[in-house]
């Protein structure tokens, strides 16, 4: 192959994509709750180590790029749009109002605000810091984005943490902390009530997203089941708003099994929100596009979601890599990703109505006949041969996912 000239290598890429086949329309895609959030789209690659591969980008073309793909819904931080020193004052209302014209011009609806507490300097010490000044400009900032969230037609606001918890042991009180995020949590929920009833606006669900670990070395509440405990924990005064928004690589980052995650969250009846993504178990937060490393457990996630009825968003948080250009973004990075969520989720439909998958699963519940209660070896044999069904199952699982189901095979050739 001759090199590709450089002005032939968007088009090459077009080419490519198109025979790559097996895209939805827009329309299709905007029948789901898919969110993409201004953070993915505009981020631009850059890291400790790496400077950024892309230019910057405003929300104006991102809400545009999004509802050309189909993605019906964004989200923000509050400092992705609004610079840190005018939040809370006069002047980011006519930032607001701008982005209610891209959104209302292009039929594209804001589902989640989220307040940044991880990047700008006040931070350092986290948003719970010793310091009340701190604390206050912690509550000023979430209230602030209650205020822009009802603003925007939002229903979900979101917190991570980010910097809550420390480089080095001993300095904090990690009780003292922990009170302290619940009282903004508490101001936001207060501010919430307040302003939906003057706004005749349902208030918003609030929830909360864990990380193991970035952006400090030691986090206070790690894992969507620390969450879990802390909504229970007492410390919150309104724990009924408050659930929790888990994303699928921060529970994979520990080594959790995130479909069990989930499920307790779905049990305690606070998965309100759910970030999709992919990546490696126990490695940083590299936020690849969502079935891009993991399809067998995407689908098996996503057949977990079904059965129970999750109907909240799935919020795109992932970042097109370095090596995508800002053409690449929104011509194959966020329309991929949509279209292997799109067929992750129908494909889980698939499984939940397959007639092995059922049977298979109805016989291991039914079990085999009643055998004496005292008598484990008894009860071991009624039981014995249905067992082999678990490892049924899961080759059921990959036929569907492969294709294989509906007949799809290689011939191997004889003699080799
Ligand atoms: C960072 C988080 C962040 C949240 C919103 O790792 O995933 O993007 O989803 O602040
Ligand atoms: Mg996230
Ligand atoms: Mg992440």
């Not at 708003?241 to 994303?247: K, L, S």
């Not at 490393?293 to 996630?301: E, F, H, R, S, T």
Request: net charge negative; aromatic share 10%; with cysteine.
């Amino acid at each position: 192959m001759a090199p590709i000239p450089e002005n032939q290598q968007q088009a090459l890429v077009s080419r490519l994509m198109k025979a790559c086949g097996g895209a939805y329309t827009p329309e299709t895609r905007r029948k789901y709750f898919i969110s993409g959030p201004q953070w993915a789209a505009a981020y631009q690659g850059q890291a400790l180590f790496h400077a950024p591969t892309r230019p910057a980008i405003g929300f104006e073309e991102i809400i545009r790029r999004y509802a050309d793909i189909g993605i019906g819904y964004w989200a923000t931080h509050d400092t992705d749009v609004i610079p840190t020193e005018i939040l809370g004052t006069e002047g980011q209302w006519e930032i607001v109002s701008r982005i209610r014209k891209a959104l209302s011009d292009h039929g594209v609806h804001c589902s989640m605000v989220t307040t940044e507490t991880f990047y700008h300097a006040v931070w350092a010490a986290g948003p719970a810091a010793e310091s009340p000044g701190v604390r206050e400009y912690a509550k000023l900032r979430v209230r602030n984005t209650v205020d822009i969230g009802h603003e925007l037609g939002a229903s979900f606001a979101v917190y991570w943490p980010g910097s809550l918890g420390y480089f080095v042991q001993g300095a904090i009180d990690e009780t003292s902390s922990l009170r302290w995020y619940a009282d903004a949590i508490n101001a936001a929920c207060d501010r919430d009530v307040d302003v939906a009833a003057r706004k005749n606006r349902p208030t918003l669900k609030h929830c909360l997203e864990a990380k193991p670990f970035e952006p400090q070395a030691e986090i206070l509440l790690p894992t969507t089941d620390a969450m879990l405990a802390f909504i229970s924990s007492g410390l919150l005064t309104r724990p009924e708003m408050v659930g929790v928004n888990p994303e699928y690589l921060h529970e994979l980052m520990w080594g959790a099994a995130p479909r069990a995650a989930l499920a307790r969250a779905l049990l305690a009846g606070k998965l309100f929100h759910f970030d999709i993504n992919d990546g490696y178990r126990l490695k940083h937060d590299v936020d690849i596009g969502v079935g891009l490393v993991n399809p067998l457990d995407w689908l098996n996630v996503l057949v977990l979601l079904r059965s129970h009825g999750y109907n909240g968003p799935f919020n795109l948080d992932y970042k097109p890599p370095r090596t995508t250009s800002q053409f690449g973004v929104f011509e194959v990075s966020f329309p991929t990703a949509v279209d292997r969520f799109i067929t992750l989720w129908e494909m889980a439909g698939e499984v939940l109505s397959d007639p092995i998958v059922k049977e298979a699963t109805d016989a291991l519940k039914v079990g085999g006949p009643k055998a004496p209660t005292h008598d484990a070896a008894a009860v071991t044999a009624a039981n014995y041969e249905l067992l082999t069904l678990h490892e049924l199952i899961a080759h059921r699982l990959v036929q569907i996912l492969l294709g294989l189901h509906r007949g799809r095979v290689f011939s191997i050739p004889s003699g080799t």
